[in-house]
């Protein structure tokens, strides 16, 4: 419930705090005292539009802050889960609107979008009059009070679940089917393109090894005649060894005649045959090395360049060429054993269809028989609402053709005022004040069925009196045993059945200006504000009399 208001500089309020308590609390003043100044800003703090005018004269900006205590299952603890609002008792929620028409939403100190704040608005507080846009008039709304005053709602989410489990069911058979028309399309390519990929077998990195052979081989090709050549220069006939080894031979003989001048020859000349026959080794390594088959040079090549037409043709790189097999022999398996798999899928969407159809079909039963028992609860609450000759009907249009989350019905509330009258939507035949009444009606059946823990109800009495005013005060008492409600009236029966009385009054600020006020009244200046509603200007002491009488309950 609302615990309090705090609302500074909006309009002709500078500086404002009520407390509220559970019950029954209406505010009363006389017209253009700020009744409406008061609703717009509490409208504001639950994500109500926001307008620059609202902010107080000559100031830069004005703010309202509304603080709800509410049970730890209330639904409004799931929203702020769900956008990482911290959590930690009372629900606060503030807005700031600017001079230059912005504003800024903040709920527990958490800076959030407008949106999201009224999402939580919304679950807090339902205001009810005469206007469009404060009335619980939207027939998108009405499937879902049905659902509440049914007990419905676990049937309404399993038929969710359900819809969402067989829309799941049918994108996969959608996805499934489209693959398989695709691949069957180009089944000649894929069966072509498998066939030539498998016989080419293209490993990842065969290319850059191919390459770098046949480079090798071309650039032996090369130099393979100077190698010969050096070859022959050095171990050929041309050969300087067997030169070398005569002159040894020699010099051998005649090493003892003169060892000092020989010895030393004789080495540099074994060295130099040693030089000349490790160079011959190297020459003949390299020539070996250097040897090559041309037809294995040509099948290099034959590969290579079949590997990168095929990348060409696949407009690939050639390392992705066995990816590229693998995919079109999955296409190919797709198209082979699609119809297997087409069927599972079929079978698949007919199961999750036979659950949806099964969870929705409750929930209509539960919503059928609900819903003449609410035209009957609802229609025993308009005699005393002075709506004896009207009929409330819950219109529900059931077309199992017509599917989705929400299961098949289309739900509206309908009305008709007057005997021999067209029936109609509610929102489109009901005058202001019937349409008020009926949303009391509609509540006190409704209140301890999905309502918000706070309603409000702007002037639902104008242009009632007596027992009408009378049947609405109780009506709106009944609903308060049930969920906290705030009423302004003008109605001094209403007042007189509330637990808490606030007066709004304007009063001079300074000599320059005006500023609202919101009194707290009990006893004597309640039972004077009751007599001044119904006395008008000068209150007299019959007025008071009556007054005391309404409050005592014996009016």
Known sequence: ????????????????????????SVLTGETGAGKSILLDAFALALGGRGDGSLVRHGESQGQVTAVFSVGPDHAVRALLAANDIPDEGDVILRRIQFADGRTRALVNDQAVGVQILRRIGETLVEIHGQHDDRAMTDPAAHRAILDAFAGAEPEARETAERWAGLKAARDGLAEHRARIEKAAKEADFLRHAVAELEKLSVDVGEEESLATRRQAMMNAEKVVTEINEAHEAVGGSASPVPAFAAAMRRLERRAQ????LINPSLEALEAAIDAIETTRMVLEEAQRAAEFDPHELERIEERLFAIRGAARKYDVMADDLPAVAARFADDLAAIDAGEAELGRLERAVADQEALYLSAAKALSEKRRNAAADLEEQVLTELPPLKLERARFILQVDTDESVRGPDGFERVEFWVQTNPGTRPGPLMKVASGGELSRFMLALKVRLADRGSA????????????????????????????????????THAPQVAAKASRHYLIA???????????????LEDERRREEIARMLAGATVTDEARAAAGRLLAGTA
């Open 453 to 488: 823990p706070t309603l409000v109800f702007d002037e639902i009495d104008t242009g009632v009196g007596g027992a009408v005013a009378d049947a609405i005060g109780a009506r709106l008492a009944r609903l308060a045993d049930r969920v906290q409600v705030l009423s302004v």
């Open 506 to 520: 304007k009063e001079a600020a300074d000599p320059e200006r005006v500023a609202t006020r919101v009194t707290a």
């Open 1 to 24: 419930m609302l615990v309090q208001l705090s609302i500074r500089d909006i309009v002709l309020i500078d500086r404002l705090v009520l407390d509220f308590a559970p019950g029954l």
């Open 257 to 260: 005649q003169a060892p000092d």
